[in-house]
């Protein structure tokens, strides 16, 4: 049993989510129009991506040696598993609300009003995790091999 939660854990862990999920939406910004039409494969594409980008460095790097052991292939298994579902949620949110802002034009002003509002946290945000990769985990990955 987990001795650890604690109430700043779990809050930091949730912020780190949304920040990373607010940083991963500007790259998907950019790449969505190349991806397929279909917002299921578009998500599926798209998780697999940043399990390759964002999810690979971060099992080489190894933190804290919790990669080895029984445990491992279930935490390299669900972690995968996350960042194919973030992709697939991000698709489907992109998905309802660009049908939602189509149906009625006054709500694209909402929506770049929203949009405004949230690129300067994410940019920074997306600016913190690149740097995090190389100033943290590619000198993991060294250390390691």
Same mark, same amino acid.
């Given at each position: 049993? =987990? %001795?650890?939660?604690?109430?700043?854990?779990? #809050?930091?862990?949730? *912020?780190? !989510? /949304?920040?990373?999920?607010?940083?991963?939406?500007?790259?998907?910004?950019?790449?969505?129009?190349?991806?397929?039409?279909?917002?299921?494969?578009?998500?599926?594409?798209?998780?697999?991506?940043?399990?390759?980008?964002?999810?690979?460095?971060?099992?080489?790097?190894?933190?804290?040696?919790?990669?080895?052991?029984?445990? =491992? %292939?279930?935490?390299?298994?669900?972690?995968? #598993?996350?960042?194919? *579902?973030? !992709? /697939?949620?991000?698709?489907?949110?992109?998905?309802?609300?660009?049908?939602?802002?189509?149906?009625?034009?006054?709500?694209?002003?909402?929506?770049?009003?929203?949009?405004?509002?949230?690129?300067?946290?994410?940019?920074?945000?997306?600016?913190?995790?690149?740097?995090?990769?190389?100033?943290?985990?590619?000198?993991?990955?060294?250390?390691?091999?």
């Amino acid at each position: 049993m =987990a %001795s650890g939660f604690t109430f700043q854990g779990t #809050f930091f862990l949730v *912020l780190l !989510g /949304l920040g990373f999920t607010l940083a991963n939406s500007i790259i998907y910004t950019f790449i969505h129009h190349y991806l397929p039409n279909d917002w299921v494969r578009k998500g599926l594409i798209y998780g697999a991506m940043n399990l390759c980008i964002f999810g690979i460095p971060f099992f080489l790097s190894n933190p804290g040696n919790e990669l080895f052991g029984p445990q =491992a %292939s279930l935490g390299i298994t669900l972690f995968s #598993f996350l960042f194919l *579902l973030g !992709g /697939l949620l991000l698709a489907m949110s992109v998905h309802l609300v660009t049908n939602w802002v189509d149906r009625i034009p006054i709500r694209r002003i909402y929506a770049y009003v929203f949009f405004g509002l949230l690129v300067i946290p994410a940019i920074v945000l997306l600016g913190g995790i690149i740097y995090e990769i190389f100033t943290e985990i590619i000198p993991a990955i060294r250390l390691n091999f």
